[in-house]
């Protein structure tokens, strides 16, 4: 058996789901693995992009209220897991977008089967969670490969998977030049969210919301959760800064963690 250095190795990035997408694999047919990695990538691009009118996410946007709307397996399953989560987080996690309120309390959205169906008007916008899901996705695809390494980085939300580690650097919320801490991640998913996103500016409006309150965080702040899931890392990153907690109860519930949390304070 050859050393690791006699590995095919395979480096490509695209830009999909909204950002730079860079996928990494060593060992026998190390090219036809990324190509296939990519394909399932563009195919949750294809289905969850808000932006696509023809995806299933952009149907049930411009469907009227009570109007039935099939979904694709995979969308469903994310979709289960946001309103699992939504609930689970007393709505810190939430999905819809600029939602309208409902007095009664009712749910904008219900799954009925294999149909999704809006109950008021309401529009979703699955994003991170449809990233995670994708690199979880693609992750699956790389493991039917002969594989030593396997790494898929959209945009800061990251799955390794193989006999050898990656070693990440996880940088600081709203300063990307500055490293807060290295991290070997080893067959596991993390996920980083910022308030203000890259490099915010001063008085940047927020990129996370939620219905419970006010959020009023500063731009700076954010969260890196390593979890099982890179689905599942990124959705609990929002609860983690929704609520202002980075050892909130679900953490555990998932057999997640959290490895990096800013509030955004300026500290001396």
Known sequence: MGNVADLAQCRRARPLLGTLVEIQARGAGAA??????FGQIEEIHRLMSRYEPASDIGRFNAAPVGWPIEMDVRTLAVLAVAAELQVASDGAFDCERSPAQSPSGCPGWTLEGAV???????????GGIAKGYAVDCAI????SFSLDYALVNAGGDMRHAGAAPARVALREPGSPARTAMMWQLDN?????????GLAPPPGAAPRIFSRREPLELPAAAGATVLAPSCMLADALTKVVLV????RH???????????????GKLRG
């Open 243 to 246: 609520c202002r907690a980075p």
């Open 116 to 126: 999704l169906r809006k109950h008021r008007q309401v529009r979703l916008d699955l």
């Open 140 to 143: 699956e695809a790389l493991r």
């Open 32 to 37: 036809e693995a990324v190509r296939t990695a």
């Open 188 to 196: 596991a998913a993390l996920a980083s969210s910022s308030v203000g």
């Open 249 to 263: 109860p679900l953490l555990a519930r998932y057999g997640a963690c959290t490895l990096l949390y800013r509030d």
